[in-house]
């Protein structure tokens, strides 16, 4: 396990990442820029049989952070150091008779940024081909949304992926594929068991900590494409293995580690609870596209995946009345399993260029099940509840059908009409049967909900100019039963976009709007339902507009804004307080609107120099409400509520609705200058400032100035 | 199963018809560099110069005219377009079924014909440029997120808020999570509507490719997460919320389901309500669900995710 801090100094209040060392940086890069000047070869030129084009930055970054440099750690994350910013570089065969006929490299961030990628491609026409991902991400992982990040640790997460195409564009292809997802991560976990009035472990101050997942997925990929009489045949079979080795004890626990306030801290604590797990997976496709005018697609997928674990916990912690320790020793085995089986088939026809025509049917069954049996060894044994072995088992089962019909009809050239028509149906099964050791179940039935959606969607297409493309369409559909109260139930949604291109000119616009009404579908409300609404109300509007000008030399600008405007208004219990009717009987709001500005100028100053600036901008007014940390001066709020708003200022009880609102601020303005000092090597200097602003508490707030200096090489 | 397959064969070979290419009124790559002389001297970097230089099926071998068809009477009038496939400025169906000659046999485009795209006219070389490329990978006409943040405005908007997946920063891209040349309809939700998310090999929301921990299968799953998807929660692009969840703070998120009203989960008999004298939600401890319900994605051994 590796619970990195970052090396820091503070100074006068700030805190800075690490010392820059800024003489050094530019004493080595100025040694480097003299060093390149003196190589004498073209940015893109031919060597031997190939062609070669290439372009490396290199260069050092420093971070200043002041604020909650944690909540800068989770959301950017840059950092001091040195790197490689960007790279790439190309080879290409002249005349496709080498061993090798391209080579593609590409990469950046490597060496010191939180975010690095690198791609890798080398290919010889028709004998094989190599695609090779990697991926870097790091983090700091917020565990808490709203907690002032105090539990936060690092996470880090690596992304490999290698695909080999042997024979590639011949009829038969071999395809073989590995990927590995490894993450070293916090995750939350708790000690937690059910200790049936235990008081040496309190049911409400249980043991929660952060633990250490480390996770690790591996995935091995085989399989073929044939071309036969002009059919496709796809086929693909694949393992994919998981595991994830968390062992934890109290003296192993970071610090920081214990997560909920005023919880129990055991005297001694141990865990193991490692989970194995295999997906393996069948995919075939089959495909044919008859010369544009009718093509049919068919594939089946199978994936039957199962998850093995074991859970084993040893707890102590003294009985505060008695003093008298007890332990407790738990075992939880047992393996989840799940498969999945979906077919589709879609048949698109094309009669000619007018019309268009296109039908898929797909179906999908997916079954969840598992065993989990539970034994627990306790000392001294507790005589309320002498306790005895468990298996508790669950069942999901979700089957779905679906058919979706879409027409498109050009009715001129500048005009056109689409419409599309979607029918689902679903049904859910469920059934959680706590059974004893014997294996008798206790007798929960199965339970099933089905639920049908039909919607439809009808649009238009409009050219009026060559340079203009306008697009309209509405959706309107309904779903006999949501899921949830938050499902798709009643909904409609409108979209509007709007193109205008003309040479290096692009003005664009679009508008977005959606809507959804859930209601429960049973009625009357039975007598415990303390909520005054049955379901809840979701409004969405979204505007934004961009305009560009982007000639080749020597300027360029964009500009955009967006509105994302967003309420919700359902009867959820955000203060299900016991006794307190006016209260709970409220409608609950939700409010968000934010505009969003960004823009960004280039200046090529007579081929010698680039300048590049930009700002960015997000607001969410929330309405003009949440502007705290003042508390609402409301005649009628409840006294049990104020300790809660004092606490949280952006919660508002008006006397009739209770609005939660966040509004906040985040602006990053940027420059970055280049200087050509040859044609192989610029100078590079640049400056990003990041500031995150919540009006409704300061404990997250921070700003950061990123600065870097880099050379940019091509050989 | 059969019966699956032999429809889909029977389907297929239907309309089967060859595509044949060639014949009198080609010319040959070498006349058509004599006037594209610049094109020409880009085009070995360029991925389709392969089907010059190595020894592809017969349809394909025609360098220059494969895509753009026989120049035989091109030279004679050079500005009337209707003597060339210029493809640019062609009606969409024929720029796409220009494209898919080739290109139809790659799994990744089995839906195109049907994808939101080629419904509003968004075709193969609004996206790509084949001699004009800035990615000689995939040949796209702009880097991939600029590309796609031309149309899709609100979802630029969406990357640059403060909490956001790294598509600015370059560590992914916006084709981790999409297939712009169409998708599957999805597993989760109604199953229409795909809004072009690809899926894993496993037929998973394409979430589970990174976040691996929480594809499962878990003994006690949170069944919104795999019957509603991971959107039920979060909003992937970008919001102004920590862990990209859809509200701020984490309980009204989960309050906004667990009401107890009746006729909602998977028992009908409502999704259970904390209200209770021991959720003191007043209490700043009860206001982060998560950190007692800590493994709210599922878990192997408590029904309520506690551990």
């Known amino acids: 396990m590796s619970w990195k801090q970052p090396h820091r100094h503070r100074r006068n209040g700030r805190d800075r990442l690490a010392a820059p060392r800024w003489a050094a940086a530019l004493g080595l890069c100025l040694s480097l820029s003299l060093l390149f000047c003196l190589q004498g070869q073209e940015m893109d030129h031919r060597t031997g049989d190939y062609r070669v084009t290439d372009s490396f930055e290199f260069g050092y970054r420093s971070a200043f952070v002041s604020g909650d440099r944690d909540m800068y750690r989770s959301s950017v994350n840059y950092n001091n150091g040195f790197r490689l910013f960007d790279g790439s570089l190309r080879l290409t065969s002249n005349d496709g008779h080498g061993l090798i006929d391209e080579i593609n490299l590409t990469t950046f961030g490597a060496g010191g940024d939180p975010y690095q990628a690198s791609s890798l491609r080398v290919e010889k026409n028709r004998f094989f081909r190599l695609d090779m991902g990697f991926r870097i991400i790091n983090y700091r992982n917020n565990l808490l949304s709203i907690s002032g990040g105090e539990h936060g640790f690092n996470t880090e997460h690596i992304l490999e992926n290698y695909d080999l195409t042997l024979l590639p564009r011949r009829r038969v ?260 049967l706590p059974e004893d050791i014997s294996g008798i179940p206790t007798g929960v039935p199965l339970y099933s909900f089905n639920n049908v959606e039909n919607s439809g969607v009808a649009g238009i297409r409009l050219r009026p100019l060559p340079t203009l493309s306008l697009l309209g369409d509405f959706e309107y559909g309904d779903d006999s039963r949501p899921f949830t109260p938050i499902s798709q139930n009643r909904f409609h949604g409108a979209t509007a976009k709007g193109q205008w291109k003309w040479k290096s000119w692009l003005a664009s616009a679009s508008f977005k709007e959606s809507h959804n009404r859930t209601q429960a579908p049973f009625s009357p409300l039975p007598a415990f339902e303390l909520a005054p609404t049955t379901g809840s109300d979701y409004e969405s509007r979204q505007y934004s507009a961009n305009v560009g000008w982007s000639p080749n ?45 960004r823009l960004t100028f280039r200046w090529e100053i007579r081929q010698r120099a680039t300048l590049f600036v930009g700002y960015s901008i997000v607001k969410d007014t929330a309405g003009g409400e949440g502007q705290g940390p003042v508390i609402p001066v409301v005649s009628s709020i409840p006294a049990p509520l104020t300790p809660f708003v004092r606490n949280y200022p952006n919660f508002v009880f008006n006397g009739a609705d209770l609005i939660n609102a966040y509004p906040l601020t985040y602006e990053s303005p940027q420059a970055r200058l280049s200087f050509r000092l040859n044609k192989r090597l610029d100078w590079n200097v640049g400056w990003q400032y990041y500031g995150y602003h919540e009006k409704f508490t300061s404990l997250q707030n921070y700003h950061a100035n990123i600065s870097y200096t880099s050379f940019r090489w091509s050989f | 199963m059969w019966r699956f397959y032999a429809l889909v064969l029977l389907c297929a070979l239907a309309p089967l018809r060859a595509q044949k290419l060639g014949g009198p009124g080609y010319l040959g790559d070498n006349t058509c560099q004599l006037c594209h002389p610049t094109i020409w001297a880009d085009f070995s970097r360029n991925p389709h110069y392969k089907i010059i230089v190595s020894a592809a099926p017969a349809r394909q071998t025609f360098g220059c005219e494969s895509c753009h068809g026989p120049g035989g009477e091109h030279p004679k009038k050079p500005t009337d377009h209707s003597l060339i496939n210029r493809i640019e400025g062609r009606p969409p169906k024929v720029v796409l079924d220009t494209c898919l000659r080739c290109h139809a046999k790659d799994f990744s485009k089995a839906n195109i014909r049907r994808s939101v795209h080629t419904t509003h006219d968004v075709v193969c070389t609004n996206c790509h440029s084949v001699h004009r490329a800035q990615t000689p990978k995939f040949l796209l006409a702009k880097q991939q997120r600029d590309l796609c943040y031309t149309c899709h405005l609100e979802t630029k908007a969406q990357f640059d808020m403060p909490f956001h997946h790294r598509v600015n920063e370059g560590a992914i891209n916006c084709t981790d999570c999409h297939n712009p040349h169409g998708a599957f309809n999805p597993t989760w939700r109604a199953g229409v509507r795909p809004r072009m ?95 007692c319900h800590v493994r709210i994605h599922g878990s192997n051994v408590d029904a309520r995710f506690e551990r």
């Not at chain 1, 009345?321 to 393996?335: K, P, S």
């Not at chain 1, 589709?344 to 049996?373: H, Y």
């Open chain 1, 173 to 432: 292809e071999l395809v073989l594929g590995y990927g590995r997802s490894n993450q070293n991560g916090p995750s939350l976990t708790s000690q937690n068991i059910d200790a049936r009035g235990e008081p040496a472990f309190p049911r409400d101050r249980f043991f929660v900590y952060a633990s250490n997942l480390h996770q690790v997925n591996n995935e091995w990929r085989g399989g073929a494409n044939v071309t036969l009489a002009g059919i496709k045949f796809s086929f693909l079979q694949g393992l994919n293995y998981y595991k994830q080795d968390p062992v934890n004890s109290l003296d192993a626990l970071p610090a920081g580690g214990q997560t909920l306030a005023g919880g129990l801290i055991p005297a001694a604590f141990r865990r193991s609870d490692p989970i194995h797990g295999s997906t393996p997976f069948s995919r075939l496709n089959i495909h044919s596209d008859a010369n544009g005018w009718f093509s049919v697609n068919g594939r089946f997928v199978y994936a039957g995946g199962s998850n093995h674990f074991v859970q084993d916990q040893n707890i102590a912690n003294p009985n505060p009345v008695t003093g008298i320790l007890v332990t407790r020793q738990d075992f939880v085995l047992g393996d989840a399993k799940r498969t999945q089986g979906t077919g589709d088939l879609t048949l698109s026809f094309q009669p000619g260029e007018r019309w268009a025509f296109s039908n898929t049917s797909s179906i999908n069954q997916t079954r969840i099940t598992g065993a989990s049996s539970f034994v627990e060894i306790r000392a001294p044994a507790n005589p309320l509840d002498p306790g005895a072995d468990q298996l508790f088992f669950d069942l999901l089962s979700v089957r779905l059908i679906t058919n979706a019909t879409d027409a498109n009809f050009r009715l001129t050239p500048k005009i056109g009409l689409y419409a599309q028509y979607n029918y689902s149906i679903r049904r859910i099964q469920s059934r959680e």
């Open chain 1, 553 to 597: 030399k020597p300027y360029g600008f964009d500009a955009s804004y967006a509105k994302l405007h967003l309420d919700t208004a359902s009867g959820i219990l955000n203060f299900p307080v016991p006794g307190l009717p006016e209260v709970s009987g409220r409608r609950s709001l939700y409010l968000s609107n934010i505009h969003y500005g």
């Open chain 2, 197 to 291: 998310v690809t899926e894993s090999f496993g037929n998973d929301e394409a979430c589970v490719k990174c976040h691996v921990d929480i594809r499962g299968p878990f003994v006690y799953e949170h069944p919104p997460v795999r019957i509603e998807g991971c959107e039920s929660c979060h909003s992937p692009h970008g919001t102004t919320n920590p862990r990209l969840l859809k509200r701020p703070a984490v309980f009204t998120l989960c309050l906004e389901c667990h009401t107890s009203v009746l006729g909602f989960g998977k028992t009908g008999f409502g999704l259970q309500s904390p209200v209770t004298s021991f959720h003191r939600i007043e209490q700043p401890q009860f206001q982060n669900c998560v950190t």
